[in-house]
Nanobody, 121 residues
Framework: QLQLVESGGGLVQPGGSLRLSCAASGFTLDYYNIGWFRQAPGKEREGVSCISRSGGITNYADSVKGRFTISRDNAKNTAYLQMNSLKPEDTAIYYC??????????????WGQGTQVTVSS
């Protein structure tokens, strides 16, 4: 009953934008640090971005700095990843994850099922 559900993925042309959402059910997300991860074809899963419980601290992988923005709305029990200026190399399955204690550790305790993002012309 404790779930994270990603949505908002899809097919977009290079240079386009997508906004991913991560909705929590069965628990209160404001107690948790949140991370976004992705796994591209033939590659290992990598961390994309992290945000602290209150949203005051954020971190980004070098590959997405200046293009992606992580945010959260604790009143809606939802976190977001705004992705702008998308490139073909951003194509991956994107996962959100949460951990009550660890921040940006790469080993969060709760994971969503993932949503596919494909950047192609």
């Amino acid at each position: 009953q404790l779930q994270l559900v990603e949505s908002g993925g899809g097919l977009v042309q290079p240079g386009g934008s997508l906004r991913l959402s991560c909705a929590a059910s069965g628990f209160t997300l404001d107690y948790y640090n949140i991370g976004w991860f992705r796994q591209a074809p033939g590659k290992e899963r990598e961390g994309v971005s992290c945000i602290s419980r209150s949203g005051g601290i954020t971190n980004y992988a070098d590959s997405v700095k200046g293009r992606f923005t992580i945010s959260r709305d604790n009143a809606k029990n939802t976190a977001y990843l705004q992705m702008n200026s998308l490139k073909p190399e951003d194509t991956a399955i994107y996962y959100c994850a949460a951990d009550r204690y660890a921040y940006c550790s790469g080993k969060p305790s709760r994971w969503g099922q993932g949503t596919q993002v494909t950047v192609s012309s």
